[in-house]
T-cell receptor
Framework: SQTIHQWPATLVQPVGSPLSLECTVEGTSNPNLYWYRQAAGRGLQLLFYSVGIGQISSEVPQNLSASRPQDRQFILSSKKLLLSDSGFYLC????????????FGEGSRLTVL | AQRVTQPEKLLSVFKGAPVELKCNYSYSGSPELFWYVQYSRQRLQLLLRHISRESIKGFTADLNKGETSFHLKKPFAQEEDSAMYYCALSPFGNEKLTFGTGTRLTIIP
């Protein structure tokens, strides 16, 4: 069966420090991969999605970047965190044939101080 | 650009009463519509999709293209229905899913 792992679960970082959130999927190949940010009152905002290794689409201009170095690995990064980067980040995957069903990770709570 | 609107942030319903969670969308092409649910301490997961025309856990949703709506309904609410519900849209055949802001449903015993 397919599983998705996301870590770390919680992270407290000072302003200006770097960020790396990792997500891996097991039990499937060639998945579509996504990073969402979940904010109270703002729902789920799509940040990045990827349909293959090295292929990243950015949905909103921001202080974050994403990379997909391997087929089932998706990384969310920042060189210098801002206070506004605080939030709950969700990684998700979907099948290549895209039925519209996303499978979400447990999320990472980032607090920037 | 596609947009999904869920006008109610919070909704409280008595057990046994009917439930309707509203969802409106804007998209010029042919959309695919979905409802996702997040129960307490669980991951966000798909509840149902319009193309399947199915009933899941007693919930149904009909796509009304004239009103650009995809409201989620259940005739008799149960306590276990308490959760956060998100409506979502993707262009047909496209992998990008746009979510609404969500509605927190609370079922009152």
């Amino acid at each position: 069966s397919q599983t998705i792992h996301q870590w770390p679960a919680t992270l407290v970082q000072p302003v200006g420090s770097p960020l790396s959130l990792e997500c891996t999927v097991e039990g499937t190949s060639n998945p579509n991969l996504y990073w969402y940010r979940q904010a109270a009152g703002r729902g789920l905002q799509l940040l990045f999605y990827s349909v293959g290794i090295g292929q990243i689409s950015s949905e909103v201009p921001q202080n974050l970047s994403a990379s997909r170095p391997q087929d089932r690995q998706f990384i969310l990064s920042s060189k210098k965190l801002l206070l506004s980067d605080s939030g709950f980040y969700l990684c998700a995957w979907s099948k290549r044939e895209n039925t519209g069903e996303l499978f979400f990770g447990e999320g990472s709570r980032l607090t920037v101080l | 650009a596609q947009r999904v609107t869920q006008p109610e942030k919070l909704l409280s319903v008595f057990k046994g009463a009917p439930v309707e969670l509203k969802c409106n969308y804007s998209y010029s092409g042919s959309p695919e519509l979905f409802w996702y649910v997040q129960y307490s301490r669980q991951r966000l997961q798909l509840l149902l999709r319009h193309i399947s025309r199915e009933s899941i856990k007693g919930f149904t949703a009909d796509l009304n293209k004239g009103e650009t709506s995809f409201h989620l309904k259940k005739p008799f609410a149960q306590e276990e229905d308490s959760a956060m519900y998100y409506c979502a849209l993707s262009p047909f055949g496209n992998e990008k899913l746009t979510f609404g802001t969500g509605t927190r449903l609370t079922i009152i015993p």
